[in-house]
């Protein structure tokens, strides 16, 4: 044989590698990487199946209790009018976690570790810590809303209740003990059941389905009333969250898929129907809330509803029906328990992924949670239930703010053949 011949896969993938500043060292999330098996054998419908579970974990962060209170501001406030922003930002969403799977199966990589290969040093490490600054924002979201939910069901004090949401570590810690698939069902039961919540309680509601179909066209209102845009802003940055890019680039090589070409379209596929699917049901779940809350207070006259509490103390005697409050509390609670594992997945993989550091799940969800206790604590305790709500739509500006540096990243790793290969 030609010693100057060498096989095509191995050209490809030091050509592959030569396009990344280092060549990708050890995945994140290690403990589940490729732990999920793909049969090369079955049905077609059977290897879909295979990778369902990743899209559900991502679209919890599409309806966190930021979106919540973002929804129901804006449901309140402006009616149906911001439905179109909820449809805009999911699309935008599917878009780009349909390109987080192409980095990662094209790749190899997740977002995090493709930032710390693609960028020089000074350019990494402030991708890093706005990364870091979303994740803080969505678990201060998550201690507010868990808090709230709590409080809502079981009468637990507002200031107890955020610092019982460190204990929620544990539940993430035995999902983890027992499997990545068990961590998915978990996801997809809460899921269930949030949905069946809202539903029963748009029955209630009876909204006009005429003004709810409008309210999916455009409106340029929105970039002429400052409140509304304000608004915009909060459903844009709750519904296309920067932490999901980064988890969703990770979770899905938690399926072992294979590594040639054939075996990587055919994951890309699966991975892109798994998230899409999963997106519209979130869509669904968001759209409702907003509904919900403009026939529930919009049409009733209370055009500044931003507190959960006060939401969820307003649906008994609007909606005539004393179950509607225990729903609601109810879906939010799981909303709250959801995002805490996804939120604690993601900072896993932004801090080995951008720095190679693994800390044990519980030391890095602790780390990630003490800071956000801090605002969250200090409002409660400082101004009680009355400006919780603003702080969660301030996250979600917040995170709206974060966004574009991790979708610059992400379109332009993914728009780039040689880091992709083939």
Not at 108 to 133: K, S, T
Not at 155 to 169: F, K, N, Y
Not at 278 to 289: D, E, G, R, V
Not at 401 to 416: D, E, G, K
């Amino acid at each position: 044989m030609d010693a100057r011949a060498e096989p095509s896969s191995a050209a490809s993938e030091r050509s592959h590698q030569g396009t990344w500043r280092s060549p990708a060292k050890d995945p994140s999330l290690s403990d589940v990487f490729r732990t999920v098996r793909v049969s090369g054998h079955g049905t077609s419908w059977r290897r879909l199946a295979a990778f369902f579970g990743p899209g559900y974990m991502v679209a919890v962060g599409y309806m966190d209790p930021g979106n919540w209170a973002t929804s129901i501001a804006g449901g309140s406030k402006f009616g149906y009018a911001l439905l179109f922003v909820a449809l805009l930002s999911n699309i935008m969403a599917i878009v780009l976690q349909s390109l987080c799977a192409r980095l990662a199966i094209g790749s190899g990589r997740d977002l995090a570790q493709a930032c710390r290969d693609g960028y020089p040093q000074w350019a990494a490490y402030p991708l890093w810590l706005f990364a870091e600054i979303a994740i803080i924002a969505t678990d201060v979201a998550e201690v507010i809303g868990t808090a709230i939910g709590l409080n809502l069901l079981f009468g637990v004090p507002l200031e107890i209740g955020v610092l019982l949401t460190a204990l929620d570590v544990f539940v993430v810690l035995l999902l983890q003990r027992l499997g990545f698939r068990y961590l998915e069902a978990f996801i997809i039961a809460m899921l269930g059941v949030i949905a069946i919540c809202f539903a029963v309680q748009i029955a209630m509601a009876d909204p006009q389905w005429g003004a709810v179909i409008r309210g999916f066209a455009p409106t340029t209102e929105i970039l002429k009333n400052p409140e509304m845009l304000y608004l915009a802003l909060g459903i844009i940055g709750a519904t296309v969250m920067p932490h999901n890019l980064y988890l969703h680039s990770a979770i899905v090589q938690t399926r072992d898929y294979g590594t040639t070409r054939e075996q990587k379209q055919e994951a890309l596929k699966f991975a892109t129907i798994d998230s899409t699917l999963a997106l519209c049901l979130a869509l669904l779940i968001n759209a409702s809330i907003l509904i919900l809350a403009a026939a529930a207070f919009y049409t009733a006259g209370k055009t500044n509803v931003v507190e959960l509490s006060e939401a969820q103390s307003l649906l008994h005697p609007l909606l005539g029906s004393a179950i509607a409050p225990t729903l609601f509390g109810i879906a939010l609670l799981c909303c709250g328990l959801n995002s805490t594992v996804t939120a604690t997945l993601a900072g896993q993989t932004v801090m080995e992924g951008f720095l190679h550091i693994r800390l044990a799940p519980w030391i890095r969800r602790m780390i990630t949670r003490s800071v956000a206790l801090l605002p969250a604590a200090g409002v409660t305790l400082l101004y009680g239930e009355a400006e919780t709500g603003k702080l969660l739509i301030l996250t979600q500006v917040v995170l709206s703010l974060q966004l574009p540096f991790a979708v610059i990243p992400l379109v332009q790793f993914t728009a780039s053949r040689g880091k992709l290969g083939d």
